[in-house]
């Protein structure tokens, strides 16, 4: 009987260290946007500090291949298509959610009179809508493991540039929802955001089209440059770690000192 009850026991033990290597072998940061500027460098100092994590972009041929550099899963998602959230939600089924960057944007530029209705919808429910559908889906798995949540505003959402009255107001928004679901979520889950000035990438090069742009453009900078996806990716990292606990509900400038100082 001791023997068999021996026998039982150590059994028990090695299915609970099979689940607890599963359960930690699954843990992972959601990283929206991945392909961009700012979510290509976070996915590659994330990979660097031995963090998992899985990237949601909309261009598979340049998702795959930063997944495939890092070793990490991926889904191709358009979050502007209805149900995007329920389907990665069911992707993820197993997985432990340690945090969420939305590392999505746009830089819709244009003169108020030329502007129509469906600009600023599309703007809103990209900037805005998108991330609260993300957010509300993984809240509880959030919770548990005392997640952080990064999003991502403009320093044009308190700052007044001509032709931006379309990404402006939206951006706002999501500042707006920053303290909101701050407050709402605390203790248990922490949300910040991230306010850069215009950064070198795919979506900025129309602005950023030769070197007498990018010059007169850096001179409006009191660090006279353009920033980097690198710059937003080290914030944005510091704030979904452990090293953060205690800083939530925090509009924080990564703008070369555009948004405070020039």
Same mark, same amino acid.
């Given at each position: 009987?001791?023997?068999?009850?021996?026998?039982?026991?150590?059994?028990?033990?090695?299915?609970?260290?099979r689940? +607890?290597?599963?359960? %930690?072998?699954?843990? &992972?940061? @959601?990283?929206?946007g991945?392909t961009?500027?700012?979510? !290509? =460098?976070?996915a590659?100092?994330?990979?660097?500090?031995?963090?998992?994590?899985?990237?949601?972009?909309?261009?598979?041929?340049?998702?795959?291949?930063?997944?495939?550099?890092?070793?990490?899963?991926y889904?191709v998602?358009?979050?502007l298509?209805?149900?995007f959230a329920?389907?990665?939600?069911?992707?993820l089924a197993?997985?432990?959610?340690?945090?969420?960057? +939305?590392?999505?944007? %746009?830089?819709?530029? &244009?003169? @108020?009179?030329i502007?129509?209705?469906?600009?600023?919808? !599309? =703007?809103?429910?990209?900037?805005?809508?998108?991330?609260?559908?993300?957010?509300?889906?993984?809240?509880?798995?959030?919770?548990?493991?005392?997640?952080?949540i990064?999003?991502f505003s403009?320093?044009?959402?308190?700052?007044?540039?001509?032709?931006?009255?379309?990404?402006?107001?939206?951006?706002?928004?999501?500042?707006?929802?920053?303290?909101?679901?701050?407050?709402?979520?605390?203790?248990h889950?922490?949300?910040?955001?991230?306010?850069?000035?215009?950064?070198?990438?795919?979506?900025s090069?129309?602005v950023?089209?030769?070197?007498?742009?990018?010059?007169?453009i850096?001179?409006?900078?009191?660090?006279?440059?353009?920033g980097?996806?690198?710059?937003a990716?080290?914030l944005?990292?510091?704030?979904?770690?452990?090293?953060?606990?205690?800083?939530?509900?925090?509009?924080?400038?990564?703008?070369?000192?555009?948004?405070?100082?020039?």
């Amino acid at each position: 009987k001791n023997v068999i009850g021996n026998m039982r026991q150590d059994v028990h033990r090695i299915k609970k260290s099979r689940i +607890y290597i599963l359960i %930690s072998m699954n843990k &992972k940061y @959601l990283i929206f946007g991945a392909t961009g500027s700012i979510g !290509s =460098s976070l996915a590659n100092q994330m990979y660097e500090e031995k963090e998992d994590c899985h990237l949601i972009g909309r261009n598979e041929k340049e998702l795959k291949e930063i997944a495939n550099k890092l070793n990490y899963s991926y889904s191709v998602c358009d979050v502007l298509k209805l149900n995007f959230a329920d389907n990665l939600f069911k992707k993820l089924a197993g997985t432990e959610i340690l945090g969420i960057a +939305y590392c999505v944007g %746009s830089i819709d530029l &244009k003169p @108020l009179r030329i502007t129509k209705p469906k600009d600023f919808v !599309s =703007s809103y429910v990209l900037n805005l809508v998108a991330a609260t559908d993300i957010i509300r889906i993984f809240q509880d798995n959030l919770k548990r493991n005392n997640g952080s949540i990064v999003m991502f505003s403009t320093v044009a959402a308190k700052k007044g540039f001509p032709n931006h009255s379309i990404i402006s107001p939206a951006k706002a928004a999501v500042e707006g929802l920053t303290v909101a679901l701050a407050a709402e979520l605390a203790p248990h889950i922490r949300v910040n955001c991230i306010a850069p000035s215009l950064t070198k990438s795919k979506m900025s090069a129309f602005v950023l089209q030769n070197l007498k742009s990018i010059d007169s453009i850096s001179k409006l900078h009191p660090l006279k440059r353009i920033g980097e996806g690198f710059d937003a990716a080290n914030l944005t990292k510091f704030l979904l770690s452990k090293d953060s606990s205690w800083i939530t509900g925090q509009i924080i400038g990564v703008d070369g000192g555009r948004g405070a100082i020039a």
